[in-house]
């Protein structure tokens, strides 16, 4: 095997603590999240999920502050999403048409990120019924259109007087919002997520029509 050394380290011990934690972290909240749609999320308490991961309630907590925080283990990703949408956008393309068009190939996708799947109807149920979860993503989605603000704010030299980037990332943040909660009122109605995607489409549409230009044309990717 020219001299390969089968049982040799992948990496850096270092590296391998942090791919275990990785693990661990996907663990535990994977094994929540199941409790949480077979038992409902007010019914399961911390103590539950360490017993079924098989770790130390400590543990859990060492990971996940509380139970919102294991609801929401994505949420640094969620809160980046709008953000990374506009930094990846391509050249020649707008901040706005960047989220408009990204949104459109999630939706065509049926993108886990839009919850256009019907195994995610139960974990909606819970989001919109229970008041804590719902003020926590109201509070995720104010800090992802905050981070697009810094980004714009400091991409396009903004001064401080200047409420261009918030507007915008305000205005994106609402288009973004108002297809998540559409997505998530739709399949919880019990509609097929293919119809679901369709509706969105044409959502998407009419939300592009009501943007203002400037809006539409603000920070237009140059090379």
């Given at each position: 095997?020219?001299g390969?050394?089968w ?5 850096p ?6 791919r275990?934690k ?15 749609q ?5 019914e ?12 130390s309630?400590?543990t859990v ?6 139970k ?7 949420e640094?990703e ?7 949408m ?7 393309e ?12 999630q939706?065509?996708a049926r993108d886990e990120a839009?919850?256009l ?6 974990f909606?149920r ?5 008041p ?8 995720i989605g104010?800090?992802?259109c ?6 714009l ?6 001064g401080?007087?200047?409420?261009t980037?918030?507007l ?8 973004h ?7 998530a009122?739709?399949l919880m109605a019990?509609?097929d997520p293919?119809?679901v995607?369709e509706?969105?489409?044409?959502s998407?549409?009419?939300?592009e029509?009501l943007l203002?230009e400037?809006a539409?044309?603000y920070?237009?990717?140059?090379s």
């Amino acid at each position: 095997m020219s001299g390969t050394t089968w049982n040799q380290p992948a990496g850096p011990a270092e590296g391998l603590r942090e791919r275990k934690k990785r693990q661990t972290r996907r663990h535990i909240a994977d094994v929540a999240m199941g409790l949480f749609q077979r038992h409902g999320y007010s019914e399961v308490t911390m103590a539950e999920v360490a017993r079924h991961a098989d770790v130390s309630v400590n543990t859990v907590y060492n990971y996940f502050a509380s139970k919102e925080d294991l609801f929401f283990d994505r949420e640094e990703e969620v809160v980046d999403r709008l953000a990374a949408m506009v930094r990846e956008r391509r050249v020649g393309e707008s901040a706005a048409r960047a989220v408009l068009r990204t949104l459109r190939e999630q939706v065509a996708a049926r993108d886990e990120a839009l919850g256009l799947r019907s195994e995610f109807r139960e974990f909606l149920r819970m989001l919109t019924e229970n008041p804590t979860l719902s003020a926590k993503a109201h509070a995720i989605g104010v800090k992802a259109c905050e981070k697009l603000r810094v980004e714009l704010t400091e991409e396009m030299g903004a001064g401080p007087d200047d409420p261009t980037p918030g507007l915008v990332a305000s205005q994106l943040g609402w288009v973004h919002q108002v297809i998540s909660r559409t997505a998530a009122h739709l399949l919880m109605a019990g509609n097929d997520p293919d119809a679901v995607a369709e509706r969105l489409l044409r959502s998407l549409d009419v939300i592009e029509g009501l943007l203002g230009e400037r809006a539409l044309e603000y920070a237009i990717r140059e090379s």
